[in-house]
């Protein structure tokens, strides 16, 4: 018996000795094998990216790497400039043949498209802190990537440059923070990262001084989708070509539909005066008093966006479609309760 336990372990530890990461490279633009394609197995440690072993994909686009891997690892390589990758499975090693995708690159700009554009204005005390999102849609087989132009272009005041922060986002990946670099433009930045098909997604965040009854000013360098503008709740906007589009439910914070590319709009809190009556709203004036926390607001607009984001760009978006009716208020406000007991009963009926 003892023989046999020490035979099982014995194929255990060679079975893991001589498990293998091996895939294909295939090239989705011409849909061919890509051959020559370096290929390499990393995985996260305390200083970085740590390789596991490397690989050169031959005449039918195969690699094979012979090391077995305990933990979540990603198989990478680099195809005209651009990183390409496939996570690995965490906890096992992974010996099922792996698909690594790559594309051809393109610097032209038209097979990428800016499909939603979106600020938040968050006024803190005397600063306001604004959190630009751009998603991008590519639904080409190239990956647009421009190092000289750069793949995303945006508009920053001023005042707002020497806290200016940028991440890019693509699908099941983390944030990746990416240098803002000067255009010979006044106020244009450009980030250079590649937009693969799929979606790319663009957090920019930096702050302005902000007195009582401010104006914040801004340009959108890609027209292909409107500017929106949330505020949070007890903050409005006016401005000409500015557009209230509703209020989310359980946020309660305004949206804001702007008609131009460049827009400037005043800012007011509530209590304060408002601009277009010169008179204060009832009560006398009072001011709220926003927390102290700006040391995380970073972090904590990052997530309040997240969700603000995902919650009204879906349910106002139509509304932008020429001709498409709006979706009635009864329907936008109907409790979220009631929809899932619809649903069920709908379930429960073609069950039956």
């Given at each position: 018996m003892r023989s046999l336990r020490y035979s099982l372990l014995f194929l255990s530890l060679a079975g893991a000795l001589h498990a293998a990461v091996e895939?294909?490279?295939?090239?989705?633009?011409?849909?061919?094998?890509?051959?020559?394609a370096a290929v390499a197995l990393v995985k996260p440690g305390g200083a970085g990216m740590e390789s596991l072993g490397s690989a050169v994909a031959d005449g039918a686009g195969r690699f094979r790497i012979d090391r077995s891997v305990e933990g979540p690892a990603l198989v990478q390589t680099v195809y005209q400039g651009v990183s390409y990758s496939q996570a690995l499975a965490a906890g096992a090693p992974a010996t099922a043949p792996l698909v690594l995708e790559v594309y051809e690159s393109t610097t032209e700009r038209g097979v990428a498209r800016v499909a939603q554009h979106a600020l938040l204005l968050?006024?803190?005390?005397?600063?306001?802190?604004v959190r630009e999102h751009i998603v991008y849609q590519n639904?080409?087989?190239?990956?647009?990537?421009d190092p000289g132009d750069g793949s995303?272009?945006?508009?920053?005041?001023?005042?707002?440059?020497?806290?200016?922060?940028?991440?890019?986002?693509?699908?099941?990946?983390?944030?990746?923070?990416?240098p803002a670099i000067e255009t010979g433009e006044r106020n244009v930045f450009k980030v250079v990262f590649p937009l693969k098909p799929g979606t790319t997604a663009f957090d920019v965040i930096y702050e302005v001084p902000f007195p009582a009854g401010g104006v914040f000013s801004g340009k959108a360098l890609e027209n292909d989708a409107r500017v929106r503008l949330i505020v949070p709740p007890g903050v409005s906007l006016e401005g000409e070509g500015v557009e209230l589009l509703g209020v989310e439910p359980k946020s309660q914070a305004s949206n804001y539909r702007v008609r131009t590319s460049e827009y400037s709009v005043k800012i007011a809190r509530a209590g304060e005066v408002s601009s277009a009556t010169g008179e204060a709203d009832g009560a006398p004036a009072i001011e709220p008093i926003f927390p102290r926390i700006y040391d995380n607001v970073y972090a904590i607009l990052g997530l309040a966006f997240a969700i603000l984001a995902l919650g009204m760009l879906l349910l106002y978006r139509r509304e932008l479609e020429p001709g498409r009716k709006p979706i009635p208020a009864a329907a936008v406000l109907k409790p979220a309760a009631a929809r899932t007991g619809a649903r069920r009963q709908a379930q429960m009926q073609k069950a039956t």
């Open positions: 895939g294909t490279v295939i090239n989705r633009t011409t849909n061919k094998p890509q051959s020559g968050s006024p803190e005390n005397k600063r306001l802190v639904e080409s087989t190239w990956t647009f990537n995303l272009r945006i508009y920053v005041p001023d005042e707002g440059r020497d806290r200016l922060r940028v991440s890019a986002t693509t699908l099941n990946s983390v944030p990746l923070v990416r």
